[in-house]
């Protein structure tokens, strides 16, 4: 099973270094994977499916881990209908299924908006602060990160029952670097992990991320994460 039978809450986000560069293939045979913290998705507040249960009706997990070269991420869905139609630069999240990546530096104020999605697509945004959050312009158009997706069923095809896939990405550490940033020990980081389900069980996207969100709004830095390095 990909998950137990508990919703993991927390205040930080743990990410771990690994000494072995990550092979981006979707396999999750990496030993980091077994050694780093996962973190389950859970729907917003305003989005509860009744009072007592914030648990998405697909479940997911996400890991975090790094070396000197990498952000690394892995995450893994269950999910009955898998979609996604964009290809890399698109706004993919209005193409189909997806993990998002934000990473934000809190003594900087820039932070990146990044993509791996079902079909091994991916793009990257960066925004200066969030006054500039100006979306054509914020597509990184030379900045190139690694997705491998895995699936459990068929991509597009609404006449089956799939039952879920995995995404692995590799982040290039350039990407923050190169606008003055670095993400590793000794600097201030918050993060957030989250996901747009489109199913055909659905009357409208299920929208879940690993942090609890009052309302539903993926550019809330404030309900971002901390992030401690391991």
Not at 8 to 15: C, G, M, P, R
Not at 72 to 87: C, H, P, R, S, T
Not at 109 to 136: C, D, L, Q
Not at 222 to 230: A, E, G, N, R, T
């Amino acid at each position: 099973a990909l998950f137990n039978n508990s919703i993991s809450y927390t205040d930080e986000i743990v990410v771990t270094k690994t000494d072995k560069p990550v092979v981006i293939d979707g396999k999750v045979t990496d030993e980091i994977w077994n050694k780093a913290p996962y973190y389950s998705f859970v729907l917003p507040c305003d989005r509860l499916r009744d009072w007592c249960s914030n648990r998405p009706v697909q479940e997911g997990m996400a890991q975090i881990a790094y070396d000197k070269n990498n952000v690394y991420i892995l995450a893994k869905f269950i999910d009955d209908d898998i979609v996604q139609y964009g290809k890399d630069g698109d706004h993919l999240y209005s193409r189909g299924d997806l993990i998002e990546f934000f990473a934000y530096n809190t003594e900087t104020g820039h932070y990146w908006e990044i993509y791996g999605s079902a079909n091994a697509k991916s793009t990257v945004m960066f925004f200066e602060n969030a006054g500039r959050r100006i979306f054509p312009e914020a597509i990184q158009k030379d900045d190139k990160i690694q997705v491998a997706a895995v699936l459990n069923g068929t991509l597009n095809n609404s006449k089956d029952t799939d039952n879920g896939y995995v995404v692995e990405m590799a982040i290039p550490m350039s990407i923050f670097n190169s606008k003055g940033d670095f993400f590793k020990p000794g600097t201030k980081w918050k993060v957030l992990c989250a996901r747009y389900n489109y199913s055909k069980s659905f009357d409208n996207i299920e929208y879940s991320t690993t942090s609890k969100m009052k309302k539903l709004n993926y550019h809330d830095r404030d309900s971002y994460l901390p992030v401690v390095f391991k």
